[in-house]
């Protein structure tokens, strides 16, 4: 009975950190607090377009994606800044790798908002003329 216990009071603490981590990307981090504005804008729009479930499911996959990968970025150059805080080269690499990922992630994110929105938008400018 104590191992589980144990078990489940680590996994709390474990969720406390995360959303510790969470609510430090979102306080500090420029790039996390555009990407959460870009989710909060989405998220509007996607009930004034009344998206469905599949589109709702691949535009949060997206979202979530940049965002977390943005997260996994900011933690490499931490990382990298505390083992090696002179300008170094392979540092240097090393972040631009990471941010290298985000760019890619924030690319597809972004074609499959276009996929979702733009047939939409187009029907909308096509049925209500100004």
Request: hydrophobic share 55%; net charge positive; glycine share 6%.
């Amino acid at each position: 009975m104590n191992k589980k216990k144990s078990f489940f009071i680590s996994r709390l603490k474990s969720i406390g950190f995360a959303f510790k981590g969470a609510y430090f990307l979102l306080k500090t981090e420029a790039s996390i607090q555009i990407q959460f504005g870009i989710f909060i804008l989405l998220t509007v729009l996607g009930f004034c377009f009344n998206i469905s479930t599949t589109e709702w499911l691949f535009q949060f996959l997206a979202i979530g994606m940049v965002m977390s990968i943005e997260g996994i970025n900011t933690a490499v150059e931490e990382l990298a800044n505390f083992i090696h805080p002179e300008k170094h080269k392979k540092i240097g690499l090393i972040k631009d790798i990471a941010a290298g990922a985000v760019l890619i992630s924030s690319f597809f994110a972004i074609i499959i908002g276009l996929i979702i929105y733009i047939p939409k938008i187009i029907y909308f400018i096509c049925t209500n003329r100004f």
